[in-house]
């Protein structure tokens, strides 16, 4: 079992930026992918951002250019870097992991945390 805890969500004005923490504690020594989705009210849960642990990474469309990803396996934590925010970047983002091993996968989420972009 992994367990994910977010932090670093508030409120911001367009074109402002917010950082956003995520730590994973348990059973790490498998994750494969560490990543951050969102949900917006009445709409999906979309992919934002994920980097796997060769440290390649990929970026939602919507969000590409503006965010960046950066992982930390020794530490166990993945951060989201988000710049120029505008309000339909508004929604509540998901921490995720992803863990592969001979015999297994999992996928595992946060409780979220609110970003909120508003003027």
């Known amino acids: 079992q992994v367990y994910l805890v977010e932090s670093g969500g508030g409120v911001v004005q367009p074109g402002g930026s917010l950082t956003l923490s995520c730590q994973a504690s348990?059973?790490?020594?498998?994750?494969?992918?560490m990543g951050w989705y969102r949900q917006a009210p009445g709409k999906q849960r979309e992919l934002v951002a994920e980097?796997?642990?060769?440290?390649?990474?990929r970026y939602g469309d919507s969000v590409k250019g503006r965010f960046t990803i950066s992982r930390d396996n020794t530490k166990n934590t993945v951060v989201l870097q988000m710049n120029n925010l505008k309000p339909e970047d508004t929604a509540v983002y998901y921490c995720?992991?992803?863990?592969?091993?001979?015999?297994?996968?999992?996928?595992?989420w946060g409780q979220g945390t609110q970003v909120t972009v508003s003027s």
């Open positions: 980097a796997i642990n060769s440290g390649s990474a």
């Open positions: 348990g059973n790490t020594r498998y994750i494969y992918v």
């Open positions: 995720n992991a992803e863990t592969w091993s001979a015999v297994a996968e999992g996928n595992y």
